[in-house]
Antibody, heavy 123, light 111 residues
Framework: QITLKESGPTLVKSTQSLTLTCSFD??????????VAWIRQPPGGALEWLAL???????RYSPSLKSRLTITKDTSKNEVVLTMTNMDSVDTATYFC???????????????WGQGTLVTVSS | QSALTQPPSASGSPGQSVTISCTGT?????????VSWYQQHPGKAPKLIIY???KRPSGVPDRFSGSKSVYTASLTVSGLQAEDEADYYC???????????FGTGTKVTVL
């Protein structure tokens, strides 16, 4: 049973940085192909893929946000941390972490999701 | 890097079928067979219902089916039920640079 849970501040000020932690269970980065992604959704809006990190520390970022994002993992703690710098009101959204995997080098979908955490950016 | 295009809404009566389109380009939908679909009920996290264009994860009813033609992927929900009323999003792998794109989302209403 794979579970994920996001944690972090619910309110950040404009220009500040946001640090979110994804704690998970039911899989390990010691397993080839394992990955964790961050996806966000503004209120009433669509999903947007942000970043992904794989078991081998391969990291991928959304090109439009790449300069502001950093994703890291702690294999021993089963945690993934996402940092987003220079937050703005348009970054107000629910941030989800998800399980993802490569199977025979084929990317599967995002098959398990955390409940999400709403982050509001205030001026 | 642009979002994949979906119709804002779709509807059908119970028992009917509804099909949602997801249009991309040769760099995403048209270039790879890695299209997935997600169902999201209000206030809930999305749920994977289709991956690799047409495969269903365990536990997803076979009323949900996926297909793809050139740059457009489609999700068909057959035998509509009240619990199918939700938002649906497509997603596609978009290569090493863009990696993943989501669609604009479609709200399905069961009349």
């Amino acid at each position: 049973q794979i579970t994920l849970k996001e944690s972090g501040p619910t309110l950040v000020k404009s220009t500040q940085s946001l640090t979110l932690t994804c704690s998970f269970d039911g899989f390990s980065f010691r397993t080839n192909g394992a990955g964790v992604a961050w996806i966000r959704q503004p209120p009433g809006g669509a999903l947007e893929w942000l970043a992904l990190i794989y078991w081998d520390d391969d990291k991928r970022y959304s090109p439009s946000l790449k300069s502001r994002l950093t994703i890291t993992k702690d294999t021993s703690k089963n945690e993934v941390v996402l940092t987003m710098t220079n937050m703005d009101s348009v970054d107000t959204a629910t941030y989800f972490c998800t399980h993802h995997r490569l199977v025979a080098s084929r990317p599967w979908g995002f098959d398990f999701w955390g409940q999400g955490t709403l982050v509001t950016v205030s001026s | 890097q642009s979002a994949l295009t979906q119709p804002p809404s779709a509807s059908g009566s119970p028992g009917q079928s509804v099909t949602i389109s997801c249009t991309g380009t040769s760099s995403d939908v048209g270039g790879y067979n890695y299209v997935s679909w997600y169902q999201q009920h209000p206030g809930k996290a999305p749920k994977l219902i289709i991956y690799e264009v047409s495969k269903r994860p365990s536990g997803v009813p076979d009323r949900f089916s996926g297909s793809k033609s050139v740059y457009t992927a489609s999700l068909t929900v057959s035998g509509l039920q009240a619990e199918d009323e939700a938002d649906y999003y497509c997603s596609s792998y978009a290569g090493a640079n863009n990696y993943y794109l989501f669609g604009t989302g479609t709200k399905v209403t069961v009349l």
